[in-house]
């Protein structure tokens, strides 16, 4: 499988804008990035995913490198509630078969209010 | 839709006893996840089912170590006989199996083993 690269831990202050970053230099034209976060104590959260082109929800938005080595988890205005782990992970598109979610060591993130 | 429900939310039990952690999937979710977190190993999967199916049962450490799912509603995952090493956060997820959604985790359970 891809592996995916992140910084082990980031700070922020409240109310800017952040930017995780994850390095998937190995990934494929198939892989889909998926973004999950855990904060404390409760189990990981579905956060974004995308293919090719950058995405947005009401959670985040998520910049894909044009060519796919890296990509950027933005959350525009974080809050003392984003405190959390944030996961990258690749997930093989043809691969339906197989539906299993590799979780790395991820970003900690922590808030400065 | 009260999402994945897991019970109990904290388990002590002493070594060599039987621990049964349980999981209530969302309604429709073909896909079953059961994992397990510590600070030493991080996440990690266990098993999961399709449709009521063990699929992949590569992660589970040893043969204490069981899962079922008799129905599509509920799921167990069985440690026996139990030992502190086994101490950690269970979590069970659910999903649509397609690409394009997420998996949905519950609370988890957290074990400690005397």
Redesign the interface.
């Known amino acids: 499988d891809a592996k995916t690269t992140q910084p082990n831990s980031m700070e922020s202050n409240e109310e800017e804008p952040v930017h995780l970053p994850c390095n998937h230099s190995t990934i494929s034209g198939t892989d889909y990035i998926h973004w999950y976060r855990q904060l404390p104590s409760q189990g990981p959260e579905y956060v974004i995913h995308g293919l090719t082109s950058n995405v947005n929800n009401r959670m985040a938005s998520l910049a894909i490198a044009e060519d796919r080595k890296s990509s950027t988890l933005i959350l525009h205005r974080a809050t003392l509630r984003d405190a959390a782990v944030y996961y990258c992970i690749l997930r093989d598109g043809p691969n339906f078969g197989n539906e299993k979610l590799t979780f790395g060591t991820g970003t900690r993130l922590t808030i400065i209010p | 839709d009260a999402g994945?429900i897991q019970s109990p939310r904290h388990e002590v039990t002493e070594m060599g006893q039987e621990v049964t952690l349980r999981c209530k999937p969302i309604s429709g979710h073909d896909?079953l996840?059961w994992y397990r977190q510590t600070m030493m190993r991080?996440?990690e999967?266990l098993i999961?089912f399709?449709n009521n199916v063990p699929?992949?049962d590569s992660g589970m450490p040893e043969d204490r170590f069981s899962a079922k799912m008799p129905n599509a509603s509920f799921s167990t995952l069985k440690i026996q006989p139990s030992e502190p090493r086994d101490s950690a956060v269970y979590?069970c997820?659910s999903?649509l199996?397609?690409?394009?959604f997420?998996?949905?985790?519950?609370?988890?359970t957290r074990l400690t083993v005397v």
Do not use: E, K, Q
């Open positions: 994945v896909y996840f991080g996440l999967l999961y399709n699929i992949d979590f997820a999903s199996g397609r690409l394009t997420g998996y949905t985790f519950g609370s988890g």
